[in-house]
């Protein structure tokens, strides 16, 4: 079973992980990628800004650095031995669910019913509850219509290649086994 972090837990840590970086590269200066300081006492948890994010932290004490404080985050930390029962941190998923519990409850499944659209405009939403189109979408009476006769899509010619080949009509064709050069443009 995993240990649960907690003030008075003994940890260890990846060098790289533990802050502040200035401390941590005055005492280790060549240290590995899975090198680890062990035997650091948990003392609280903390939000501290890292990689420019307050993020949640663990603070730590350690022997090596007396009056020092040293933090990591949580995720960087593995627990060697737990503290009290009574001093242990909440599991941050516990938070999150706590957090998640206040969203904002909508009276229903908003299926366009005419219940939901009157409980939605008494919940202060503006509803637009009509099936005719925007005012700015309706053609005005006696403005006439534009009947353009373009469509979209492509017959299989390129205009610009044919602009190009009206231009320099020797372009477009190599000399070699009269093969043509399809490239366009």
């Given at each position: 079973m995993a240990k649960i972090l907690g003030?008075?837990?003994t940890c260890s840590v990846g060098v790289k992980g533990l802050h502040p970086?200035?401390?941590l590269d005055g005492a280790y200066p060549t240290?590995?990628?899975k090198q680890r300081l062990s035997g650091?006492?948990?003392m609280r948890r903390d939000n501290r800004k890292l990689n420019g994010r307050s993020q949640s932290c663990v603070v730590f004490r350690h022997d090596d650095f007396p009056n020092?404080?040293?933090y990591c985050q949580e995720g960087w930390c593995r627990v060697d031995r737990e503290g009290p029962i009574d001093a242990l941190f909440e599991s941050a998923k516990e938070d999150q669910v706590a957090h998640d519990e206040m969203e904002v409850q909508f009276p229903s499944e908003a299926t366009g019913r005419t219940e939901d659209i009157v409980l939605m405009r008494a919940a202060g939403f503006d509803v637009d509850d009509d099936n005719d189109p925007d005012p700015e979408?309706?053609?005005v009476e006696?403005?006439?219509?534009?009947?353009?006769?373009?469509?979209?899509g492509w017959n299989g010619i390129c205009y610009r290649r044919i602009k190009r080949l009206e231009e320099h009509p020797m372009n477009g064709f190599l000399d070699?086994?009269?093969h043509t050069n399809w490239e366009c443009c």
């Open positions: 003030i008075g837990a970086r200035r401390l240290c590995t990628p650091l006492l948990s020092q404080e040293l979408n309706v053609p006696g403005e006439p219509i534009d009947d353009d006769p373009r469509s979209w070699v086994e009269g």
